[in-house]
């Protein structure tokens, strides 16, 4: 398989899409909804390259597009930036205050405030979606049609089956995700609302909240599962290597004030 | 109003067709019941002529032709059919065995009809159709120029027999060639032969069928046979009128194709706004059951298809494929962001087939008369036929089947009848709301409708609607109209559609509202070839069209939007006003009393002036002036 990236044969495996292929190779190639982790979505088109296999030339999107043949893929070329420029110029208008689209549109030349328009904190790239679906309880999800879509929980109520792992805090690349602990909860406030309320738990040792309490069946399920530690702790990680540390002093002092004992037993 | 259309037949009881043989066997024996001098009134039960409610004049036919107590030999058959294809005229009947074509009955009329003509063989002229400018009316069907010029292979049936009772479809030649591909040809036979036909998918993308076919059936795994039904196009409704005028043609040719691909399980995809659709299949799906010849074990061969019907949930974006699959699957209508073909990976990830309706109900005529009598239909590129809806500013509005390069002109003029009220024809708008404009009098009035060409002008065939447009269509409010309509059946998951659109609709509102700016023409195409280029699904990658083809076309009439401000066509209200010419004015006084806002004023036989800051555009005397006196400034 011989794949030529802007005139530069690289190195590819059959199978592999397009932007893993230019990652591994260090060829530029923006993108908004990708993260490796996740299946790719082909949501945000701002990956959209020039591909040539056989005798047709088409766009198409980088994130997904599995190579499997002889393929010349051109990532920069005018029509693509032209094209790029207009997308992070329509983008700007539902989130301005974004710093990867600053950046982008420094690259490309864009205009940000080219298209006014409502302030909507959100570039629509399903990152938090589909992190939540397998990450999290799958509280968050694409709702509404056409323009009116949105990242919403279900009915646009506070979801009951949040797990407050905070997923979506952390993949959100505009920021419209965040969290704050208060009052002995932890609320997940997505574009400035009210998504979910999950009580934390209380150290039975220092009294401070640390986590999240998970009350909800299949995620219990889950992190029963080989491999994955159950989560039941009742105290807080800073008390728990507190005792640890205490433990091992003690247990230290102890091998040295004492006789030894045999090496079968001290396990 | 009759709501309820009369009960179907119940064929749970009868024995089963157990061969090939035994179904051209009961075709005989139907056949030979039926006297073909019977009387029978075929009274057009499609969604058209319900509108117009057909339904009573049913029932009042039936209770007509009872209450006569008719000394004929034979007692009148009265049968609700589908579409006639004539629904500008409905509601309308036929008239067998004379052949007679009424149009415009009323309930009332019911009585005279049955008297007159069954009994004695009368014609009435009043019921008859006049086509536009001339003196004689016309009495038969064939007569008519609108059913005389199309040809019909997909329609053959649709309009003859009542979509509720096999029996009458079994008897005009339903099932035929599936008892001939099951008595006697193998699957890859059944492709090839459909491969020669040159068959292509009749949705709007033009794929060739038997290429797809043969694609799919390669699969390995459990292959699905899909049908769909979803048509959303705005004034387009070919799907609708097969589905419910012979819902048999299309599980025909499902059969078939499941045939040819080792499937055993079939979905109709059918849009929730045609319940009319819904109750003909699944009517037709039970009758077809009880006959073995849909179910287990066809006319007693090994061969099993099992299909059923599934509504939609209104959105027009489902009728793309990949949509289609997910929200037949249970999930959000959403296109799905693959570069695998669903013939690969479609419905539940196994290979699917997924054709559209018509393009099925193509399938049992070719296998019968064999792929090279179907090329004898259409050009090279685009065979066989195509139904067009007709709609828009022409008199004959309806449902028009046509082989493929068949010239505009004779659509329009030829069919259609022309542009009524002495107008010039403007434009042609086809492929539904991500079509293009077409522009007639400049040079494409003699093109040759098919895939190839109306591509090439920048427009498409898409599912067949065709908007025929006079010289008061204004072409930016046209434009506008698809994209808002786009607007709201874009699924919104991806950038250039939901942004771009969103953008386009605000700038294009803004030109119709006369606050268009220096370079929105330029921003327009801007962000129509960016939307055309980088969106996901076919929605998005047509959703431009109709902008793109009407600045190329009539760029000067969105130029006088944004620079004179005026509105030539007279539709944006605020971008144009009327004025009475005093040399033509006769003073008739027409316009003075039609004027709902009281601003036409004047002494009769003298010119008459308009008020302008009372007047509320309505049209009412530009379209009543006898004259031509009232201009559009």
Redesign the interface.
């Given at each position: 398989m011989k794949i030529v990236m802007d005139g530069k044969e690289v190195a590819a495996e059959r199978g592999q899409t397009i932007v893993e292929v230019a990652r591994r190779n260090g060829v530029y190639i923006p993108t908004l909804c990708h993260v490796p982790a996740l299946e790719p979505a082909a949501m945000c088109r701002v990956c959209t390259v020039e591909l040539a296999e056989g005798r047709r030339s088409r766009l198409v999107t980088a994130c997904n597009y599995p190579l499997r043949g002889d393929a010349e893929i051109h990532t920069d070329t005018p029509l693509l930036r032209q094209n790029r420029k207009v997308l992070i110029e329509l983008l700007a208008s539902r989130c301005p205050g974004s710093e990867t689209l600053k950046e982008l549109a420094e690259r490309y030349g864009a205009n940000l405030n080219r298209f006014p328009g409502e302030d909507k904190q959100c570039i629509m790239c399903g990152l938090c979606a589909r992190v939540c679906e397998r990450v999290g309880g799958n509280v968050l999800a694409l709702c509404g049609r056409g323009v009116e879509i949105r990242v919403d929980t279900s009915f646009g109520r506070l979801s009951p089956t949040c797990i407050a792992c905070t997923s979506c805090v952390q993949i959100c690349p505009v920021n419209a995700i965040r969290f704050e602990d208060v009052d002995g909860e932890r609320r997940v406030i997505v574009r400035g609302k009210e998504a979910a309320r999950v009580p934390l738990r209380r150290c039975a040792s220092c009294g401070t909240h640390f986590g999240p309490v998970i009350d909800l069946g299949p995620v219990l399920e889950r992190a029963g599962e080989r491999g994955v530690p159950a989560f039941n702790a009742s105290i807080c990680p800073a008390c728990s290597r507190r005792n640890l540390a205490r433990r091992l002093a003690e247990r230290h002092f102890e091998q040295h004030a004492v006789e030894p004992r045999d090496a079968g037993e001290e396990s | 109003m009759a709501t309820a259309i009369s009960t179907v037949p119940d064929l749970a009881w009868t024995k089963k067709i157990s061969s090939p043989h035994e179904l051209a066997e009961y075709r005989q024996a139907l056949t030979a019941s039926m006297d073909p001098d019977a009387p029978c009134i075929r009274v057009c039960c499609g969604t058209g002529c319900k509108a117009v409610g057909s339904l009573d004049v049913l029932e009042a036919m039936r209770t007509a032709v009872a209450a006569a107590g008719i000394d004929v030999k034979v007692m009148p058959e009265v049968k609700r059919t589908g579409c006639h294809g004539f629904c500008s005229r409905g509601p309308l009947l036929t008239v067998q065995p004379q052949g007679l074509f009424y149009q415009r009955i009323k309930p009332e009329d019911a009585a005279e009809i049955v008297q007159k003509t069954i009994v004695g063989g009368e014609v009435l002229p009043r019921f008859l159709y006049k086509p536009p400018g001339a003196k004689e009316a016309l009495a038969k069907v064939g007569d008519i120029p609108f059913f005389a010029k199309q040809t019909k292979v997909v329609l053959k049936r649709v309009g003859r027999i009542d979509p509720f009772d096999i029996r009458d479809a079994i008897a005009d030649g339903a099932y035929e060639g599936l008892a001939k591909v099951l008595a006697g040809m193998t699957p890859h036979q059944v492709i090839e032969e459909i491969k020669s036909s040159r068959l292509r998918g009749r949705g709007g993308a033009g794929f060739p069928t038997g290429i797809k076919w043969e694609s799919c059936a390669a699969q390995p795994g459990r292959h699905y046979v899909i049908c769909n039904g979803d048509e959303g196009d705005p004034g387009a409704f070919m799907d609708a009128s097969v589905m419910e005028g012979d819902p048999h043609a299309v599980l025909e040719g499902m059969a078939i194709a499941a045939y040819a691909m080792g499937s055993d399980r079939g979905f109709l995809y059918v849009r929730m706004e045609y319940p009319l659709a819904v109750q003909t299949l699944a009517a037709a799906i039970r009758q077809a059951e009880d006959l073995g010849l849909l179910g287990r074990n066809i006319m007693g061969t090994d061969f099993s298809f099992r299909t059923s019907v599934s509504t939609g949930a209104g959105?027009f974006v489902c009728g793309e494929s990949s949509a289609l699959m997910s929200s037949l699957e249970g999930k959000?209508g959403r296109p799905r962001?693959?570069?695998i073909r669903s013939t690969e990976k479609g419905f539940r990830d196994s290979p699917s087939n997924l054709n559209n309706v018509e393009t099925y109900a193509n399938v049992p005529e070719i296998i019968l008369r064999g792929g090279q009598w179907y090329t004898s239909y259409g050009t090279e590129r685009s065979a066989g036929t195509k139904v067009f809806s007709l709609t828009g500013n022409v008199h004959n509005v309806g449902l028009v089947e046509v082989p493929m390069g068949t010239s505009l002109r004779e659509i329009v003029f030829g069919i259609g009848g022309g542009i009524p009220n002495k107008k010039e024809l403007k434009a042609v708008q086809t492929g539904g709301p991500s079509g293009g404009c077409i522009p007639i009098p400049k040079k494409f009035l003699d093109i040759n409708v098919g895939f190839g060409k109306l591509a090439e002008i920048g427009s498409m065939m898409g599912s067949g609607g065709m908007i025929v447009m006079d010289e008061n269509t204004c072409m930016v409010e046209v434009s506008r109209y698809f994209i808002n309509f786009l607007?709201?059946?874009?699924?919104?998951?991806?950038?250039?559609c939901?942004?771009?659109?969103?953008?386009m609709r605000e700038t294009l509102s803004r030109i119709t509202e006369g606050e268009g700016r220096e370079g929105d023409i330029e921003m327009l195409e801007?962000?129509g070839?960016?939307t055309n280029?980088?969106?996901?699904c076919g929605l998005g990658t047509s959703a431009a069209n109709p902008v793109l083809s009407t600045i190329k076309y009539f760029r000067e009439e969105y130029e006088a939007h944004i620079r004179d401000k005026k509105c030539p066509a007279g539709v944006c209200k605020p971008l144009y006003y009327y004025e009475i010419d005093p040399e033509k004015c006769t003073g008739c006084g027409v316009c003075r009393k039609r004027c709902p806002a009281a601003a036409i004023e004047g002494e009769k036989k003298k010119p008459h002036t308009i008020h302008q800051e009372l007047c509320i555009k309505c049209m009412e005397c530009y379209k009543n002036c006898k004259f031509d006196s009232i201009k559009i400034l």
């Open positions: - | 959105a959000v962001a693959k570069y607007v709201e059946e874009s699924c919104g998951q991806c950038t250039p939901r942004e771009g659109l969103t953008r801007e962000i070839q960016f280029s980088f969106s996901l």
